[in-house]
Structures are given as C-alpha cells and as structure tokens.
C-alpha cells in the first residue's frame, strides 16, 4: 500500500512565523500535490509537482511556496503565516499514469491553526 | 469553465435505507472520474473510479456509481447504509487542460447515518 505520511496532525503558530509542512510518500510517485481544504470549500490546490525540483502553481499559491529536492519529499512552506492560512492542510501523491487516470494517494493532513 | 458539483452539502440518511450522493461534471473534453472518502480526523481514500469501459463501477464495500456521459453525472449509490458509513464523500475528475491533466474536487458531500 501507499503511504503518504505527513510530519504532523496537529499544529499551532503564531503570526508572522515561517512554518514548514512536510511530506513523504513511500512508493515512488512522480507527481505530488498540496490542498488545503475549508468547510464548504472542499479541496483547493496550492501546488503541485510534477518531478523533482519542478513545480506549477495551482489555485491558491498566495502566500505559499514549495520545495521538491528530493523525489519522495514535498515540503510546504508558509513564508510568513496568517490568520487566513489557518485551515486543514492535505499532501497528495500519484503516479504520471497515461492521460490523467491515476488516483491520488493522501496523507492524514495536517490541522494548522495560526495565532 | 470545468467543474464539479455536489448538490448536497449534508445528506442525513436511516441506517439501512439506501442512499444517493449526486455528483455532476461541466467539461467538453473526455474525463476520468473518482468517489473518494474522508473518514473524520483522517486523509481522503479512494472509493471507486471510472476510466473507461463498464460505466457502472463497484467498491468493495457495497457502493456503486455509475458514469452518464449524456447527463455528465457520477452518482455515488448504496442500497443499504450502515454507522461506519458515515463520512464525507468526495467527487473529482481528471481531464486535460492547457495541455496537463488536472485534477478538479467537489466540495464534498457529509453522509450522516442514524440508527
């Protein structure tokens, strides 16, 4: 099986912070992905990458920015934390796959509350 | 524009009776479709997924959706729910945009079983 396994469940930062969310996922994927997901929002895309050392903004990069040094690690990095990037935050894996039909593998999220 | 829609934010259900979680699609080109479920305090799983051939597809567990490309529906069923169903549910498709397969969520459905 899959894993995706995020460094943390739970977090709490206060304002102005740098935080880091970190990723791994255990099966070899090219492609990796960042959402965070709101109440009646669902899944929004913040970034994904593609292969190592690349990455495509998704739908929210706002106030966000990825690192990909390595294949397996995908790592999320508020550069200066607000109120408004409290949320659940999900780290997502899939393989390249032919036209778009892989399933994406999740991680647990991590819960994210800034102060 | 290509999306997704959930009608139904909260679909609260008796154990035992059947259930339908609607999901429908807006996109000109061919999609991959995808039920996944987020069981409380954990990541998205994937349920079931239509990629081509038999458009009724099935899980393991006794859910069903079946692909209408002329309505661009998805529609998650099952005959008979139980307590451990309750979670939230969540339609995606996959389709090609500006030359890259993209991933598009609903904002997700909450099933609520009542003994």
């Known amino acids: 099986d899959v894993k995706v396994t995020q460094s943390s469940r739970y977090l709490v930062k206060r304002t102005g912070e740098k935080v880091f969310l970190e990723c791994v996922q255990d099966?070899?994927?090219?492609?990796m992905f960042w959402y965070r997901q709101d109440p009646g929002l669902g899944l929004r895309l913040i970034y994904f990458s593609y292969d190592v050392k690349m990455k495509e903004k998704g739908d929210i990069p706002e106030g966000y920015s990825v690192s990909r040094e390595k294949k397996e690690r995908f790592s999320l990095i508020l550069e200066s934390a607000s109120t408004n990037q409290t949320s659940m935050y999900l780290c997502?894996?899939?393989?390249?796959?032919?036209?778009?039909?892989?399933?994406?593998?999740f991680g647990d999220g991590t819960r994210l509350s800034i102060l | 524009a290509q999306s997704v829609t959930q009608l139904d934010s909260q679909v609260p259900v008796f154990e035992e009776a059947p259930v339908e979680l609607r999901c429908n699609y807006s996109?000109?080109?061919?999609?991959?479709l995808f039920w996944y479920v987020q069981y409380p305090n954990q990541g998205l799983q994937l349920l079931l997924k239509y990629l081509s051939g038999s458009t009724l597809v099935e899980s393991i567990n006794g859910f069903e959706a079946e692909f209408n490309k002329s309505q661009t529906s998805f529609h998650l069923r099952k005959p008979s729910v139980h307590i451990s169903d309750t979670a939230e549910y969540f339609c995606a498709v996959s389709l090609l945009a500006a030359g890259t397969y993209k991933y598009i969520f609903g904002t997700g459905t909450r099933l609520k079983v009542l003994a």
């Open positions: 997502a894996s899939s393989l390249v796959g032919q036209g778009g039909n892989q399933p994406q593998h």
């Open positions: 099966m070899d994927h090219e492609n």
């Open positions: 996109s000109s080109v061919s999609v991959y």
